[in-house]
């Protein structure tokens, strides 16, 4: 009966990974590149200073539209992790911004390790491979040692909020 159910359980786990193989690469690579590009330019969510009126309304709008796709994408293909790390992040988001701080959450060094969390785990869904998503903020932040601890508690933060315990899960 054991062995039956074991079974059963990797015949359905291959079933899965078989579909999620027959999907498009190139929409699983734009979902991962997605969320890769606001790494490596975390400011790039951010409106250009030099945006008024509806000029600005247009730029949030757009962006906005866009942040959804990314969304969709995480949900339709994104493994339980990612979906987790996603809804946590979106929260954080939603807190942060009625929280009336005067920074932006996506300027800050939580929100951008949440999105280096995203992207880490997309590319385990994706391709296998398990990267610290601080090896991605090392990339593209040149006085990471500065901020190594801070970012460090926010990624043990992070990871306890969604029940990860290390990063090979």
Known sequence: MFHDRRSQSSATKLQIESYFREISGDQLQKIFSQWLSIVFDPGSVNAPSNLTGKAKERWD???YDKLRGMMKGVALYGSTTSVELLSNYMQFVYDDSSAE???HVNTGLKGHVYIACIASSLKRDFTGYQVDPLD???TVINDF????EEYKTYLLDIYKEAGIKDLKE
């Open 101 to 103: 701080k005067g920074e």
């Open 136 to 138: 991605f903020i090392r």
């Open 61 to 63: 709008k757009d962006n």
């Open 145 to 148: 040692s500065k901020h190594e």
